[in-house]
Nanobody, 122 residues
Framework: QVQLVESGGGLVQAGGSLRLSCAAS????????MGWFRQAPGKEREFVGA???????YYADSVKGRFTISRDNAKNTVYLQMNSLKPEDTAVYYC????????????????WGQGTRVTVSS
């Protein structure tokens, strides 16, 4: 079992930055792919980005060049650095984990966090 706890959400003005963190339980974190999804009010959950166990990263077109995913295996933590935030980035952001990066990109991963809310004001 893997438990995921997100933090770092909040209110920020358009153009600003936030860094989300996701702390994972378990001793095999380094072998897991990790990812981020978001769900805006009235919309379906959508893929934001993922990072494989090997450090390879993948991003949705809507955030490419603005968001960066990184991981610290020593701290069992994955990060989502969000820059140049836009009001349309407003959503609840969820951390995801799976042994398969493809599963994360498809949203069929095994583990989810509880979410952290990000609000971007215009």
């Amino acid at each position: 079992q893997v438990q995921l706890v997100e933090s770092g959400g909040g209110l920020v003005q358009a153009g600003g930055s936030l860094r989300l963190s996701c702390a994972a339980s378990g001793r095999t974190f380094s072998s897991y792919a990790m990812g981020w999804f978001r769900q805006a009010p009235g919309k379906e959950r959508e893929f934001v980005g993922a990072i494989g166990w090997n450090g390879y990263t993948y991003y949705a077109d809507s955030v490419k060049g603005r968001f960066t995913i990184s991981r610290d295996n020593a701290k069992n933590t994955v990060y989502l650095q969000m820059n140049s935030l836009k009001p349309e980035d407003t959503a609840v952001y969820y951390c995801a984990a799976d042994t398969s990066t493809i599963a994360i990109m498809r949203g069929t991963n095994d583990y989810w966090g509880q979410g952290t809310r990000v609000t971007v004001s215009s």
